[in-house]
Structure formats: structure tokens, C-alpha cells
């Protein structure tokens, strides 16, 4: 049961292009949205994150929206760059048994054409 | 920056053997996380530690046990190898709610 669905499991982009990766969740008690970038051979690194008292949240290129009624929250690359050509994971966190929890979704593969 | 650090890069094991992954955060970091990444299911947790001698069974613990005797290291621990714990390992720490940092992964193979 996956409790954090993303979509699409890849992607082409043309550079300067806009990447859009989208993501849903059913349970209300997730708290904390994070997206996070992984290089090949390399471990994945936090991108950008969101809370869901805020609908949207922009640093650089990378903007999260968020539709807490919808369950669902996206990630935004604006002017894709062939250097953006990497594995995204949405993530979400709630605190559950006494600690915190997070789940990933299941990857999208970026690529940007140059 | 937090640096985790995973003592191998690839691995290769034969079935039935057991297999000591490694790994070691230099930021005096409380809870770290042991997880395993395969092709379209994401990653998926494997154990957690909140602190030393401390463990939680995360989604996936069958097969794998776990030993954190000091703060810095994680290990996790394949008792009995099997090929469908072929996969990559990647190890995480965490300081009380802020961003998890990854280390670079082991990429474990089983023959």
C-alpha cells in the first residue's frame, strides 16, 4: 500500500521548460511535504519543503504547490536545465508511535534535453 | 554540512552469508535511518535509531536486524543474505525534525 503516489515515473523536458511532478497522499495526519533530488551514485538531498498551512512556496526555479483539500501537492521546475536531469521524490512526514515518520513516493526520472 | 558516510560502495555477497553494512554521521545526529531503494517503489524504510542501543522496526525489517552502539555509527545487518535483498542501501541521520541527509548508498548485490 502506498501511501504516497507520484506521478509520472519519467520525464522529458526540453531545456527552458517547465517540469511539473505531481504527488498525492491520503492521510490527513501528514504534516511536513518534502521533495528531494537524487544525482546518480549519489544519496538523495533535500530540495525544497512545505508545510500545509501555506499553498505554495518558491526558491529559485523549484516551486511546491499545495492543495490540502485535494490531497495532492506538485513540484514545479521552471527553466528546466540539462544540469536538473535527476530522480525527484516527493516525500511526507507525520508523527505517528511516538516518532516521526517519512514516506516516499516513488520516483520520477527528469531528463532535460538540451 | 552533516556528512554520512557509507563504508562501501558496491558489494557483492553470496546467498546465505551475512552482510555488515556500515555507516557513520559526523554531526553528533540523534535518529538515523537505514532504507533500501529499488526501481519504481521509492525508498522504503528498513529500521530507524532514535539513539544509541536504541531500534524500531521500520515498513520493511524482515531479514534485517540492526546495531547502533555508538552515536555516530548505524549498522545494519543482512543475518542470512538473499538474492531478493539485492538492492540499494542507503543510510540517513537526522537532528530533531530538521532534513534528512543521505549518505551516497551501497549498491549490494547477491548471488
Known amino acids: 500500500q502506498q501511501q504516497v503516489k507520484q506521478s509520472p515515473q519519467s520525464l522529458i523536458v526540453q531545456k527552458g521548460g517547465i517540469s511539473i511532478i505531481n504527488c498525492a497522499y491520503e492521510?490527513?495526519?501528514?504534516?511536513?511535504f518534502p521533495w528531494y533530488q537524487q544525482f546518480p551514485g549519489k544519496g538523495p538531498a533535500l530540495l525544497i519543503a512545505?508545510?500545509?498551512?501555506?499553498s505554495e512556496k518558491k526558491e529559485g526555479r523549484f516551486t511546491i504547490s499545495f492543495n490540502k483539500s485535494a490531497k495532492q501537492f506538485s513540484l514545479h521546475i521552471m527553466d528546466s536545465q540539462p544540469g536538473d536531469s535527476a530522480t525527484y521524490f516527493c516525500a511526507a512526514s507525520m508523527f505517528s508511535g511516538g516518532y516521526n515518520k517519512l514516506i516516499f513516493g516513488a520516483g520520477t526520472r527528469l531528463a532535460v534535453h538540451p | 554540512d552533516v556528512k554520512v558516510t557509507q563504508s562501501s560502495r558496491y558489494l557483492v555477497k553470496r546467498t546465505g552469508e551475512k552482510v555488515f553494512l556500515e555507516c557513520v554521521q559526523d554531526?553528533?545526529?540523534?535518529?538515523m535511518f537505514w532504507y533500501r531503494q529499488d526501481p519504481g517503489l521509492g525508498l522504503r524504510l528498513i529500521y530507524f535509531?532514535?539513539?544509541?542501543?536504541?531500534?524500531e522496526k521500520g515498513d520493511i525489517p524482515e531479514g534485517y536486524s540492526v546495531s547502533r552502539e555508538k552515536k555516530e555509527r548505524f549498522s545494519l545487518i543482512l543475518e542470512s543474505a538473499s538474492t531478493n535483498q539485492t538492492s540499494m542501501y542507503l543510510c540517513a541521520s537526522r537532528y530533531r525534525g530538521r532534513g534528512y541527509t543521505f549518505g551516497s548508498g551501497t549498491r549490494l548485490t547477491v548471488v
Open positions: 554531526m553528533d545526529h540523534e535518529n
Open positions: 492521510n490527513t495526519a501528514f504534516d511536513y
Open positions: 512545505i508545510r500545509p498551512d501555506v
Open positions: 535509531s532514535y539513539d544509541v542501543k536504541m531500534k
